[in-house]
C-alpha cells in the first residue's frame, strides 16, 4: 500500500476500508480528537466540569487495600481489571477496606464496581459501609447482577490523607465480592 492512500475492498457484499498506516493514525487522531471535543462541549452544556481527583482502588492493588480473613480469587465476568476477590457467607470474620490516599479535602462521590454472578451464589445485601468525616453509612448492595458500570453510593466529605475508607465485610445472606471502588472530588 502507498503512503496515506485508501483502499476499498469488497468481501462479499461489504465493502471494508482499509488504510495505510499513516492515513489510519490520522483518521484515528481526527476521530478522538472529535470524540473528545464532543464529550467535552456535552459536559460543558451541561454545567459539568472534569473532576480535578479520580482515584480508583482496585482489589488486585498491592497499595490503598486491605484484607483480614480469606479472600480467595474470582471471575465474574464484567470485573474490573483481570478480576475480583470473594469471601464466603460469615458473621462478618472477612474485611476488605479500599484505603485511598486522598489528595485534598472535599465532598467525593464514592462508587463501587463489580461483576456478575456465574454461580448464583452472591449476596444480595452485601453490606459496603463508607467511613467518612460525618460517620459511617452502610449501604447493602445487591450482588447478584453485575454492577454494569460504577454504581453510586453518594456524595460524602473526605479529609486529605488516609482517614476515609470503604469497609465491606461477608456479614451477608451469600458471597460477597470485593472488585473495585472509586473516590471522585466532586467539590
Known sequence: MGKGKVFVVMVGICAVVVLSGCA???????????????????????????????????SSDTQGVEKVGEWPDGLGGNDWGSGCLFAFKGKGEC????????????RYRVSVWFGGDPNSDHATDSPFTVFNDEGKETFKIDQTKSSDGWKALGVFPFRAGKSGYVELTNNANGNVVADAVQFELVK
Not at 40 to 56: C, F, L, Q, T
Not at 95 to 106: H, I, M, S, Y
Open 95 to 106: 474485611k476488605f477496606v479500599w484505603r485511598p490516599d486522598l489528595p485534598k479535602a472535599g
Open 24 to 58: 489510519w493514525r490520522r483518521a484515528m487522531a481526527q476521530r478522538t480528537g472529535a470524540a473528545k471535543a464532543a464529550a467535552e462541549a456535552k459536559a460543558a452544556k451541561a454545567g459539568v466540569e472534569a473532576a480535578s481527583v479520580r482515584i480508583v482502588l482496585d
